[in-house]
Nanobody, 121 residues
Framework: QVQLAESGGGSVQAGGSLRLSCAAS????????MGWFRQAPGNEREWVAS???????IIADSVKGRFTISKGSAKNTMYLQMNSLKSEDTAMYYC???????????????WGQGTQVAVSS
């Protein structure tokens, strides 16, 4: 059974930092396409960053220069280092994964339950 578990969310003042973690389990392949999405109240879910099976990363313009996505040394783990946080970064952050580029691009992703990030100004 595939499971994704996020952790690391919390409350922080503007300008602060948080590091989110995601652990994916139940996959037969240990080279996943993974990424982070977020959803603020009243807004649609938006893509934040993704990393492919070779470690290549793409970051949304809204967080470029402040957020960094990386994979951990443990199998199918991923991190989102968030620096210089702003109030507009407040959202539920979700981890997503897929076993192929085609599945990822088609939106056929597995999702975690999310971890809340609250940034106060």
């Amino acid at each position: 059974q595939v499971q994704l578990a996020e952790s690391g969310g919390g409350s922080v003042q503007a300008g602060g930092s948080l590091r989110l973690s995601c652990a994916a389990s139940g996959y037969s392949d240990n080279r996943l396409y993974m990424g982070w999405f977020r959803q603020a109240p009243g807004n649609e879910r938006e893509w934040v960053a993704s990393i492919d099976r070779d470690g290549r990363t793409i970051i949304a313009d809204s967080v470029k220069g402040r957020f960094t996505i990386s994979k951990g040394s443990a199998k199918n783990t991923m991190y989102l280092q968030m620096n210089s946080l702003k109030s507009e970064d407040t959202a539920m952050y979700y981890c997503a994964a897929a076993q192929s580029r085609i599945a990822w691009r088609a939106g056929l992703r597995d999702w975690g339950q999310g971890t809340q990030v609250a940034v106060s100004s």
